[in-house]
């Protein structure tokens, strides 16, 4: 039987680095296996479903380009694939168990349902949950509860003994005694609403998914729906809860983390691809030190027998350092054109650039293609070539340990040094830089770090020595100048 796995998110919030892991699990294993990868859209909670969270999905998985070979958009045999179109199913699959004498009405009111919960939170100890009110009605109570109009929901009559077993291919066998799972869940809302459970056991069944890959949060529901496939009489899929994704401190990665939804690592200019590799890296390894994937090697070599039992780590710094690796790999004429629509965003270029403006582009492109991790940066990193420097902070140009005075002598012997830079190696430049800091007897930094800030405005630039040729001596000169005379405002008398 070939394989079949499905990503079958709720659409109440934006996608995730946790939820898009699941999704890659998923596709990888079933290309692995020639198989299919369905998208079922499991919207019936209503209250909480948004239109914006259903867009996004879909944008997210566009971005990263994995496509899916059944689902909403594109159909399928096995349609349709999104629950809120079929409602009558449930409802359908409901009844079938009400009649097997495996689920029964339950017409506890809102009111009496507080008033148990008052009572058993009086007592930690006793019984929790539904107490199971109307579990045994007769059949005529039942009429007669239905002919006053009362309104009722299903629920699932849990076994009161024994003990549910089922195997996860990551986590071995689990076990769950029955009357440790919650009591009688409801499976059908006095609307006709599905609840989680019936919706996605009776999808599961009907659109023949082998295996569930998904959270290890949802290993509780696992005992619950092996019940329930039992009660139907149906053979249960392959279960595989996959590792938790936490935070370097050990925690279930949240937004007290940083971002983590795919909408913030998209606009930040992470590449697809290097958010592919490094999500996929979170709780499955292929050994012990191979690290770079691309979408098409994952393709090929996920097997569920490599995933960890353990928790997987999702660290921030290490997929920025990702990033900046597959920056680096990446064609020029497409890196470029990623990087453009940052350069307009930002107002550094035109709506449309000018052949002058993408020159100028095109000569710090080498130097920019080195030093950036993620592609946001490049406005910061190429805006000194396009904008004057609005005002300076002169204490920038001030190193700590270094008395006003001193530092603008610095840059004056810098200044000096700058007026025959064009003429000399980058050797004699360094070696004129180095002498200069001698004979003020300060270090090379102190000399070289307030031209950066001259340049830029900042403490940060490209390579110095590029980016002084980038912007030309001339320029630089006028932007020494202008940062001299601030310090001189700023310290006054001090400074001379
Ligand atoms: N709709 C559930 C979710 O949002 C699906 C869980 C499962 O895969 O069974 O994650
Ligand atoms: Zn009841």
Known sequence: MSVRVRYAPSPTGLQHIGGVRTALFNYFYAKSMGGSFILRVEDTDQERYSDESLQDLYDTFEWLGIQWDEGPDVGGDYGPYIQSERFELYQKYAAQLVEAGKAYPCYCTAERLDEMRAEQAKDKKGHQGYDRHCRDLSPDERTALDAKGLKSVIRFKIPLEGTTIFHDEVLGDVKRKNRDISPDPILLKSDGFPTYHLANIVDDHLMEITHIMRAQEWLPSGSLHVLLYQ??????????????????????????????????????????????????????????????????????????????????????????????????????????????????????????????????????????????????????????????????????????????????????????????????????????????????????????????????????????????????????????????????????????
Not at 461 to 480: A, D, H, M, N, Q
């Open 231 to 496: 009660a139907f009489g149906w053979e249960p899929p392959k279960y595989c809860h996959l590792p938790m994704v936490m935070g370097k401190d050990g925690q279930k990665l949240s937004k007290r983390h940083g971002s983590t939804s795919l909408l913030d690592f998209r606009k930040e200019g992470y590449l697809p691809e290097a958010l592919i590799n490094y999500v996929s890296m979170i709780g499955w390894s292929y050994d012990d030190s191979r690290e770079f994937f691309t979408k098409e090697e994952l393709e090929k070599l996920f097997t569920l027998d490599k995933l960890n039992k353990a928790p997987g780590v999702f660290d921030y710094k290490k997929l920025i350092w990702f990033d900046g690796q597959y920056i680096r790999q990446k064609d020029d004429a497409e890196l470029k054109a990623l990087l453009i629509p940052y350069l307009i965003a930002d107002g550094i270029v035109s709506d449309i650039p000018t052949a002058e403006e993408l020159a100028i582009f095109d000569g710090a492109y080498p130097i920019i293609k080195e030093r950036m991790k993620v592609l946001s940066e490049v406005s910061g990193l190429v805006r000194f070539l396009f904008k004057d420097i609005e005002s300076y902070q002169p204490e920038l140009a001030v190193p700590k340990k270094l008395d006003p005075l001193t530092a603008y002598k610095c840059l004056q012997v810098a200044r000096e040094i700058l007026t025959g830079f064009e003429g000399r190696s980058d050797e004699d430049n360094e070696e004129a830089f180095r002498k200069g800091a001698e004979d003020m007897q300060v270090n090379m930094g102190a000399v070289l770090q307030p031209v950066r800030v001259a340049l830029t405005g900042t403490t940060v630039s490209p390579p110095l020595f590029e980016s002084i040729r980038l912007l030309g001596v001339e320029k630089t000169l006028k932007r020494v100048d202008r940062l001299l005379e601030a310090i001189f405002t700023t310290y006054g008398p001090e400074s001379e």
